[in-house]
């Protein structure tokens, strides 16, 4: 009877050993988890922040694209009007030595 007790008394300290490091698991666990969440939150706003960017970025160069195409037809334009002054200049000069003569 006495052997059986202490035996009883073995496994229940095994038990209780057990069962702390159980505890400490479950904890450790639970940190692991918090640690993980907060880690999940930063990087879903870090990813937030860059679709951002990247949709401040491609707008900014939608812009610059249509600016630069609107600075080229406005070239064209520039360089037409030319070709007309030149043009009307040129008529001018043989009507005025038309006129000289």
């Known amino acids: 009877l006495q052997k059986e007790l202490e035996i009883l008394k073995r496994e229940r300290e095994q038990l209780l050993m057990e069962r702390e490091k159980a505890e400490e ?22 990813k937030t922040q860059m679709e951002k960017a990247v949709s401040h970025y491609n707008n900014k160069k939608q812009l610059l694209q249509k600016s630069e195409e609107e600075t080229a037809e406005l070239r064209r334009a520039l360089e037409v009007k030319n070709h007309e002054v030149n043009a009307i200049t040129m008529d001018k000069r043989l009507l005025q030595a038309d006129l000289d003569k």
């Open 25 to 46: 698991t479950e904890l450790a666990m639970r940190d692991l988890e918090k640690r993980l969440a907060a880690r999940s939150e930063a990087a879903e706003h870090y």
